[in-house]
């Protein structure tokens, strides 16, 4: 079972950033796909930003040019770097792991973002 463990969400300004952290618990962060999926109210969970164990990343349309999505492996945690936040990034923001030797997915408790002034 892998834990996962989000930290950074807050109350910003429209135009204002944010880090967003998730710790992962285990010896296998490294062959994780993971990624960064938000959710707000009253609309389904989307795809947010997600890097391969190789590196490869990708971004919803919607943040292109705005987050930027990393990991650490040494810390066995991922971050998503969020720059000109906009009112229409208000959610909960979760972390998702891919394990796909077990073709498992974990998920974290999400943390809270705001945009608002």
């Known amino acids: 079972q892998v834990q996962l463990v989000e930290s950074g969400g807050a109350l910003v300004q429209p135009g204002g950033s944010l880090r967003l952290s998730c710790a992962a618990s285990?010896?296998?962060?490294?062959?994780?796909?993971m990624g960064w999926y938000r959710e707000a109210p009253e609309k389904q969970r989307e795809l947010v930003a997600r890097?391969?164990?190789?590196?490869?990343?990708s971004y919803a349309d919607s943040v292109k040019g705005r987050f930027t999505i990393s990991r650490d492996n040494a810390k066995n945690t991922v971050y998503l770097q969020m720059n000109s936040l906009k009112p229409d990034d208000t959610a909960v923001y979760y972390c998702?792991?891919?394990?796909?030797?077990?073709?498992?997915?974990?998920w974290g408790q999400g943390t809270q973002v705001t945009v608002s002034s």
């Open positions: 998702n792991a891919w394990d796909q030797m077990w073709a498992s997915a974990y």
């Open positions: 890097i391969t164990s190789s590196g490869s990343i």
């Open positions: 285990g010896s296998r962060f490294s062959t994780y796909a």
